[in-house]
């Protein structure tokens, strides 16, 4: 089907750089420097500087960035980590797979992790906490960073959805041992496939993730330090990449502004919990890598909307508890297993046009007054 509105518009926003990303993949391919060269260490000094930290390192996934810091912090077997059901496989699949023990805790209505029940959910054997930045909107960093010092717990930010957020001036993955994050297509910044990134201000915990991420190799020696993975981002993703985040202030403040429409088009439907909007308080400023609406109507309207060409996403709707293979079912999550039922993804990308904004609005309020 093709939608008049499609929930990310990749061609679009070629169309609107593609001579500068051509450029950027020729250069690449007539050096013939496709690992672990120039252009990665360019985009990796560039994010790191982007973000206010003082190490970033590239990898092939926002899932392995996660699989790394843990391995990098030292938690294995017999170790707990806290983290939260509303969130991609990933998270707690890392957890699985280094492994550890995922703790699952519930998430407040701004889809993010509840700092209050974090302390309840610690034990002597609890190592770490990754809270995950969703939709675009930090956690309450300074509580959860409160917490963890007290408990003396590591923090590991699964930031994927939240590059460019911030929380009291400071972004996201500046705060925890590491962040991490996704350059999944669909993502604030986006790849034409998979990469990932960890940043951090620790210097040995970059060492290890970069030795980690080569089969264990260390640049410029002989010698390997362990056994490792192939987890590296390759220099053509890193090129294109780093082309984009030039734009990446331009888009976050484009997709505010479509935030700023949508909540002005919609705030007069009762029967629908809007995300808070920008400027609500001070303290965030939410860069709206979803923009997510709940309703109990949520599948008779995502089929509506559809209906009227416009595509949507609907994250997660069997929650992570709820799924057998995973054997997490000890963990009751009631607002986790609302949100699951009620939450439907518009349409949100920086090449949006304010008319097919003002169109998706008009089908939503359309849906309502039938």
Not at 43 to 51: D, G, W
Not at 52 to 58: E, P, W
Not at 308 to 336: C, D, V, Y
């Amino acid at each position: 089907m093709a939608y008049k509105v499609p929930f990310v518009d990749y061609p679009k926003q070629y169309r609107n750089i593609g001579q500068e990303l051509d450029a950027a993949i020729k250069e690449v391919l007539s050096r013939g420097d496709f690992i672990l060269r120039e252009h990665l260490r360019r985009f990796e000094n560039n994010m790191a500087s982007f973000l206010g930290v003082k190490y970033a390192v590239g990898l092939n996934s926002g899932t392995d960035a996660l699989y790394l810091s843990l391995l990098a912090a030292g938690i294995g077997r017999g170790d707990e980590v806290i983290t939260v059901a509303h969130t991609f496989l990933a998270t707690v699949g890392a957890i699985v797979n280094c492994g550890a023990r995922p703790v699952l805790i519930d998430v407040k209505r701004d889809y993010n992790m509840d700092i209050g029940k974090v302390v309840g959910a610690v034990t002597p054997r609890t190592k770490a906490i990754i809270p995950v930045h969703l939709n675009g909107r930090l956690c309450d960093t300074e509580g959860l960073m409160e917490i963890a010092a007290r408990h003396h717990l590591i923090v590991i930010e699964d930031a994927a959805q939240a590059l460019g957020a911030m929380f009291d001036g400071k972004k996201a993955g500046s705060f925890g041992l590491t962040g991490c994050f996704s350059f999944y297509p669909a993502k604030v910044l986006g790849t034409a496939g998979d990469g990932g990134m960890v940043t951090t201000n620790d210097g040995e915990i970059a060492a290890r993730i970069r030795a980690l991420r080569d089969n264990g190799r260390v640049a410029g020696q002989d010698e390997v330090v362990g056994y490792g993975f192939n987890s590296r981002l390759d220099n053509l993703h890193a090129a294109i990449l780093d082309v984009k985040l030039r734009y990446l202030p331009q888009w976050i403040e484009r997709r505010r502004e479509i935030a700023n429409l949508y909540q002005q088009g919609l705030a007069e439907l009762s029967q629908v919990q809007l995300p808070p909007p920008p400027l609500t308080d001070d303290r965030y400023f939410d860069v709206f890598q979803n923009y997510v609406i709940r309703t109990r109507q949520r599948d008779e309207l995502a089929s509506y909307l559809k209906e009227n060409g416009i595509e949507i996403l609907i994250s997660w709707p069997i929650p992570m508890n709820h799924q057998k293979a995973l054997k997490l079912s000890r963990f009751k999550l009631p607002e986790t297993e609302a949100i699951s039922r009620e939450v439907l993804s518009l349409p949100m990308y920086p090449e949006l046009d304010d008319e097919q904004v003002k169109y998706v609005i008009q089908i939503v309020r359309d849906f309502h007054k039938r």
